[in-house]
């Protein structure tokens, strides 16, 4: 029997800067933690100013999470400080394991009509995997498989399956689904979840009933799930798309500042020291 999950709370994401002076959206982030453990953030950077994204982030430390940029337009170039390099194109997706540690710089740019946008999340590493070698997924818009369902509804499968049809991105401890849905108007759409996983669903188009809801919601508004297997979705005169993202908690103490996130105060005043006298970068586990 199917168990709906309830929504727990709705949030509306917030004007923040970051980086070199980039302005962006914070739909949760460090004053929500441990609501959405195993993630830590997610930021939306969407914009057709280019002054709101040009100055970018430049070089950064990050350690002990994992970095999940997925662009819908314009393109983001990277580089690290072992000599990795690459873009992510839209429609794109990089799923960048920090690990140990990475010292690297993210530049965006529009595409012809100076579009750009996309979003980042942060998922966390359990304490077995903070100090795991650093490595990048780089993925294209091709790689990722849409389902097209008989009632309209479209499903691009980031990680994860719905089915048979698995998502590019695996072996990820915390075992996450992630998924980009659009659900045209006129149409009630259940998708099942596992249960005492985390969800979370970010609208990022149109407007769409979520459960009970009597109001349709719309665009940057978040809504956390309570636990359950089964989310359904309604339109009206509206189609709605969102993210749905899930994964499995970790429940460990979190000890985060910055781009580093650890376990202890211990660990992080120790990669803060080690990435001050250049000790930071490690080539092996």
Known sequence: MANPRIIRRIFKSKPTIEGAGVYLKRAFGF?????????????????KNPADYVKGFPWHPHRGIETITYMLEGKVEHGDS????GVITAGGVQWMTAGSGIIHK???SGNQHGFMGGFQLWAN???????????????TAEQIPMLHLENGVKIKIISGNIGETNGPVNDIAIDPQYLDITIPPGISHTHHLRKEYTAFAYIIAGKGLFYNQHEPLSNETLLLFGDGDTITVKTKENHVRFLLISGKPLNETIAWRGPIV??????LARAFEEYQNGTFLRQTR
Not at 82 to 85: P, R, T, Y
Not at 262 to 267: D, Y
């Open 31 to 47: 004053y929500q933690v441990p609501l959405f453990d195993p993630f830590l953030l997610l930021d939306d950077f969407r914009s």
């Open 82 to 85: 072992l000599g990795n390099q």
């Open 106 to 108: 993210e530049m965006p």
């Open 125 to 139: 590493l359990p304490a077995s995997q903070k100090m795991t070698h650093p490595r990048y997924r780089d993925i």
């Open 262 to 267: 650890m376990n202890t105060q211990a660990e």
